[in-house]
């Protein structure tokens, strides 16, 4: 059974750092693409970052462009998002997801994405 969980979201101050943690089962890294999306109420799920399924291909949205790094530890299951230099706006419900393909058209969308983790929450305090 495909699975994923996200883990590490706090409250951090503005200027700080976070790493979040995605565990997936069900699934290798040779079978998905893994992404991260963030929600905050009244907006539609936004993409932040994705890594390919295969040569490790990355894509981050404009916003966090020098600030966040993707990177994955496959003997782990485990994808991470590095957050540094966190802003107020970086508050949400941040979400991991695996699908085929990351590129910097479907890491923008989450239709392109076929399984969810349940979230974890970020809230950064300025």
């Known amino acids: 059974e495909v699975q994923l969980v996200e883990s590490g979201g706090v409250l951090v101050q503005a200027g700080g750092s976070l790493r979040l943690s995605c565990t997936f089962s069900g699934f290798t890294r040779d079978d998905y693409g893994i992404a991260w999306f963030r929600q905050v109420p009244g907006k539609e799920r936004e993409g932040v970052s994705c890594?390919?399924?295969?040569?490790?291909?990355?894509y981050l949205e404009d916003s966090v462009k020098g600030r966040f790094t993707i990177s994955s530890d496959n003997a782990k299951s485990t994808v991470y998002l590095q957050m540094n230099n966190l802003k107020p706006e970086d508050t949400a419900v941040y979400y991991c997801a695996g699908g085929t393909f990351c590129t910097a058209y479907s890491g923008r969308s989450y239709i392109f994405w076929d399984y969810w983790g349940q979230g974890t929450q970020v809230t950064v305090s300025s």
């Open positions: 890594i390919s399924r295969t040569d490790n291909l990355t």
